[in-house]
């Protein structure tokens, strides 16, 4: 019964919509939040490259394991996983970008901030 309607919602499998959506896709928008983070790219980019990559994910799990590939719910749920790994690797990586290029500016306040260091007086 719950894997009934996991398989309505999403359009495939568990196991198939962890391997791609988490490990084969997942690692591309873990990289795509890297690249637009060291790049000094806004945050809004991952917006964009987040639904190419859900479109990428839709496809290959219709074309490799006869998923549904206009599951509308299932397109919306792989965008928000897409996306939330971006927004985490592009946090972790702008946080270490803005405390190494500018320690004398910057330090860090936790896993993914910085904060200005108080002045010396």
Known sequence: MMLENFVLVFGTTPLVSLGITLVLIGGCAL????????????DWQMLPYSLLLAIADRFLIFALFQGELLSLTGYLADFAVLLSIAGLAFQLTRARQMVRQYPWAYERAGLLGWRERPSAQ
């Open 31 to 42: 990289m795509m939040g890297r690249a637009l983070a060291l790049n000094w790219r806004p």
